[in-house]
């Protein structure tokens, strides 16, 4: 199974990703998850991708583009792979294309996480994130085991200043200008799929194995 998992930030998309990672038992790529580690690690791709932020600026596609395809090429994803928050832009999906080309392989699904902007603030304003690992956590929804606490790596969890309500509406009118192209791009190939979500875990988790069903069969 080949996915791609997109929606605004709070979709759900993160936690959804790692449960169907676990179920088929193939890689789930974060495309910001892998790029903070490069950077905690000092990579080659890492220190270019710190330089580039500490001058305030975007990492550019190219960049992205360079940390997806590594691990694209790893064996571990010959079997099959989640993206989640990759691509992002046009540049990125035809940069994929042309990865999943050059493997003779193709995509199954694009899933797009339709989440009302209500829903969305909601979650993201109790959300709570680790530094260290990139575990998600939230008050009400998912809260750790301890309280402050990361679950995964025992490190403290903070709320992110971009999670406050205003802030967060301005971020769903950009994701939703730079997302509109990727959505014709994947209905022309005819590999969009809506999904509610607005939905809990649960109920999301079931709608998703309905989508999925006859893409391919989970890994024993």
């Not at 330089?51 to 190219?62: F, K, M, N, S, Y």
């Not at 997806?68 to 571990?76: F, G, I, S, T």
Request: with cysteine; net charge positive; charged share 30%.
């Amino acid at each position: 199974m080949r996915i791609i998992l997109f929606g605004p930030p709070g979709a759900g998309k993160g936690t959804h990703a790692r449960i169907l990672s676990e179920k088929w038992k193939i890689p789930h790529l974060a495309a910001g998850d892998l790029l903070r580690s490069h950077i905690r690690e000092a990579t080659d791709v890492g220190k270019r991708a710190k330089a580039i932020l500490e001058r305030g600026e975007l990492v550019p596609d190219a960049l992205i583009n360079e940390l997806m395809a590594e691990q694209l090429e790893k064996p571990a994803a010959k079997r099959g792979f989640i993206l989640d928050g990759y691509p992002r832009t046009l540049g990125q999906a035809e940069a994929l294309e042309e990865v999943l080309g050059r493997q003779k392989e193709r995509l199954d699904s694009a899933l797009y996480f339709k989440t009302s902007e209500e829903v969305v603030v909601e979650r993201l304003s109790g959300r709570l994130v680790c530094p260290q690992c990139g575990a998600n956590f939230h008050i009400r929804n998912i809260p750790p085991k301890k309280k402050g606490i990361c679950d995964r790596c025992q490190g403290p969890l903070v709320e992110r200043s971009d999670d406050r309500p205003q802030t967060v509406r301005h971020r769903l009118k950009v994701y939703e200008k730079e997302t509109a192209p990727l959505l014709e791009f994947y209905r022309k190939r005819g590999l969009l799929r809506e999904v509610p979500g607005d939905f809990d875990v649960s109920e999301l988790q079931e709608e998703l194995a309905k989508v999925l069903k006859g893409a391919a069969s989970p890994q024993g």
